[in-house]
DNA sequence: TCAAAAGTGTTCATTCTACACCCATGG
DNA sequence: CCATGGGTGTAGAATGAACACTTTTGA
């Protein structure tokens, strides 16, 4: 087959995680903005937000672009997910999907423009969707999840220096259970991935806690496939 | 972004791993076949079996198709592992791959038509290949060696059925470590993904080990993100 | 001095690991 | 009967969950 015979596009889709409270109760859950889709299939249904990716940008660089363009939002953490690349049915045109996940700051999310065509949502209580983003989003929520208990991603959520308690709080709100405060502490301690700074947070009514960051070499980029070692630089594969 | 404006080929490759006794040792351990490059950049080079997605065949069809037209293999598992999308800089044009990976049985391992342009090589013991794909291959065995522990792919790599001898040197060859068959067993056995036949194999100079099989309902086949729960029908991402 | 969260200590259950030991077969 | 791997038992270490208890602050 030569190369130049394809009609295949690629799009870039994102799944965006924030970490807000709920209306209800006030305690922290994970919230996705989702767009509305102008045109069919999947007419005015929320979907992922996305677009093509360009010619002279890599799918990274193209997930960066497009988030930015429709929710406005930078994220702190971004990785790959899935490539989607079933024969489309739906339409004439085939199109093969490359699938981001995307964390953001509180202070950041709330910079997302919010109208009539960009909305959050709970993770856990979303509408349906178009196309298969529901699975898809629970394929995220189920990454995030499983990376959460054996990475630092939580990091993301978080400012340059925060209490055990605000950590504590990410994962809760993210794994969606309680966590022992007491082994939680020590499970962290002993991962040896903080390290304890000479600032206590005064204030509130009770013993100040001592603030902490992430120890110094730990780079929160996910490289791919290329940074789960520590090998050098990026290059194009054939 | 108008997606006809895009000027992208998108490829396939695949890391296929099939285990072999290392000459000197006797001992099975993993091996990889790769094809000789014909064309520039890095002609001659040995590189992963690949080529082009047809317009109207999903990703996992093309990966299938490049993989039995380059090597004639036929794999029991065959599983997405990433996509690379960096901007091309030592050709013109500007290429995105999606690189799976595979396993075979011994059997069909054999089958291979090893020439002057295919050949197998050890996976721990690797010539510089083209691109990044001594990258690829690190992540592929990091993926394949990560997976083994929680997940029931060692199959791919056996019969119907199995003693625990062999679905222990699977793993012990695979890990590149020994394993404990007492603690082994156990485990296996409190995982409870195997149930026992009503057959030994006689022959041996030794007490004859009983034959086990997976239990039924356990598909090998990888979804995807489609098959990490127990989700419908796949359908196609915008 | 009291409430509340920070932080420490301890106990119990579960799992992992190493290894001793018996079993069944072919030669 | 002996060598060999199949298969079982068990003691100690490591890990993890549950929870009592002490510490330090603001009010």
Redo the contacts with the bound molecule.
Sequence with gaps: MQKNEQRISLAVSTVIFALRPIPESGQSALWIPLVRRTREPFARQWALPGGWAGNDESLTDAAARNLLATTALEPAYLEQLYAFGDVERSVSSRVVSIIYWALVRQEEAERATENENVRWFAADNLPELAFDHNVIIDYALWRLRTKMEYSRIARAFLGETF???ELRLVHEAVLQRQL????F???IE?SGSLVPTDY?V?????????LYRYDEGVELVDNGPLGHKKTGSTRVID
Tied chains: 1, 2.
């Design positions: 209490t055990l308690s022992d405060p007491a082994n502490r020590r499970q002993n206590v005064s204030g509130g009514r009770h013993r100040p806690p001592r």
